[in-house]
């Protein structure tokens, strides 16, 4: 008795201290607790846009490469004009070879749609580019070698090197041009670019008449992957086309934001009423439960962190009812223990285990949809699953560790008629 009341004052002391964390970090602006909650583009204002992309002309198998490739560059696009952390992320709707590829770009705080589109729509740019003189050994000038002359580029291993190496092939015009480079500048760096940022620096070591490469350092697999990605979408760019374009206006997130905070105080606040009118004092301490829930949700929004849209806020939401159905049903099943006239703690040990097989099954029914949606949704169906799915996780362990924690601390040992009434439920108990 005395180790479960420890227990729920520590339970209660870990809440207290986390719920000073989501306020604190929300309201403070420097410092390590300064951690705002993450909102989309749907509550922060911004432009979100999306691209078809033209895979017709590349194999199944380099399409995967080919979109990631074009996702990593569209990025640094983005980046370089110090846009707030951008959302760019592909998307693929069916199967096969009828399947369309797009490209979502959100762009929080950027609600000048013409501004968007010309920091995405410029075809990748591979250049390979020499030094200007033995005086200037730093600056490099265009060879008139691009991306458009390379066949492709490939990760391979050799006994003479020890790591990975990067090799290049290049077309009929770009093996000729290649050879008359390297002749040109055997012993000095060529150096490759992609969107004017560069790559690599190999050294040349002798002409090179077949069109043939290879780039050679220190380089780890993972590196050597995402550089022949970059240098494949040079050689093979994908040619994308807006299809739609949206603005949202900061005003109008902030009162989404609002408006959605509300509906769940209010939901909050009519359940609080009906569980402890309903079911007394286990009521009061699933209210207890159900505020432990919510701090819990918070604290991983902010440390994760998890990006807030419209639809995640309904999941976290929809999650809440499902966190207070356990507490339902738990009370339920101590209801029927208490019929057979069982001793309280008696009643609340065998209510909870009665319960648990339901609560289970229910819990874990929840979750695979959510793998599901997940899985198979497109960007905004995502942020519902994951919040949806979080919530399920969290609730399950509120309701089953937290709430039964703290009704056992409360739980007198013998059954008199005012603790009938206080564990009792509805109006005729």
Same mark, same amino acid.
């Given at each position: ?57 590349? %194999? ?36 096969? /070879? %009828?399947?369309?590829?797009? #490209?979502?770009? $959100? ?19 591979? /250049? ?6 033995? *005086? ?5 000038? %265009? ?62 070591? $002798? ?5 043939? +490469? *290879? ?7 993972? /590196? ?10 040079? =050689? ?59 701090? #819990? ?16 806020? =309904? ?7 499902? +966190? ?7 009370? $339920?099943?101590?209801?029927? /223990? ?18 648990? @097989? ?21 960007? @905004?169906?995502?942020?519902? +699953?994951?919040?949806? =799915? ?40």
């Amino acid at each position: 008795m005395l180790k479960t009341r420890v227990l729920a004052v520590i339970l209660l002391a870990v809440g207290v201290a986390l719920a000073f964390f989501v306020y604190y970090s929300q309201t403070t602006t420097s410092g390590l607790l300064a951690r705002p909650f993450k909102l989309g583009l749907d509550l922060s204002g911004g432009s979100h846009l999306v691209y078809e992309a033209n895979v017709a002309d590349l %194999s199944t198998t380099d399409i995967s490469d080919a979109m990631s490739s074009l996702r990593e560059v569209i990025e640094h696009r983005i980046n370089v004009f110090g846009v707030g952390e951008p959302i760019v992320q592909v998307e693929q709707a069916g199967f096969g /070879e %009828s399947a369309s590829h797009r #490209l979502i770009v $959100e762009l929080p705080g950027v609600t000048d749609v013409k501004q968007a589109i010309e920091m995405i729509d410029i075809t990748p740019t591979l /250049e390979f580019k020499k030094i200007a003189s033995a *005086e200037q050994p730093d600056t490099f000038i %265009s060879t008139g070698l691009t991306g458009r002359f390379l066949k492709r580029a490939q990760v391979v291993f050799s006994q003479q090197s020890l790591g990975p190496s990067i090799s290049l092939e290049f077309n009929e015009e770009g093996a000729t041009r290649f050879a008359e480079i390297t002749r040109s500048i055997t012993g000095q760096p060529l150096a490759i670019y992609l969107d004017g940022v560069q790559l690599s620096a190999p050294i040349v070591r $002798e002409e090179i008449k077949d069109g043939r +490469a *290879e780039i050679s350092g220190q380089f780890t697999v993972d /590196e050597a992957k995402s550089l022949v990605r970059n240098l494949n979408l040079g =050689a093979l760019p994908v040619p994308i086309t807006l299809a739609s374009t949206e603005t949202i206006g900061a005003t109008l997130g902030r009162d989404a934001v609002n408006k959605g905070v509300a509906a769940g105080l209010v939901g909050l606040a009519i359940i609080a009423v009906f569980m402890i009118i309903w079911y007394r004092l286990p009521g009061l301490v699933a209210v207890a439960s159900l505020a432990m829930y919510i701090i #819990l949700m918070l604290t991983i929004f902010k440390l994760l962190p998890v990006t807030l849209t419209a639809a995640g806020m =309904a999941g976290f939401i929809l999650s809440v009812g499902i +966190a207070v159905d356990a507490n339902v049903l738990i009370f $339920e099943r101590m209801k029927d /223990e208490l019929k057979h006239d069982k001793r309280l703690r008696e009643a609340v040990v065998d209510g909870f285990a009665r319960a648990w @097989l339901s609560i289970r099954d229910s819990n874990l029914s929840g979750i695979i949809s959510s793998i599901i949606l997940f899985w198979f949704g497109t960007s @905004l169906i995502k942020g519902f +699953a994951l919040t949806l =799915a979080l919530g399920i996780v969290v609730s399950l362990f509120t309701a089953i560790s937290v709430t039964r924690t703290l009704l056992l601390a409360i739980t007198p040992k013998h059954r008199t008629g005012l603790t009938s009434f206080l564990f009792g439920s509805g109006f005729g108990d």
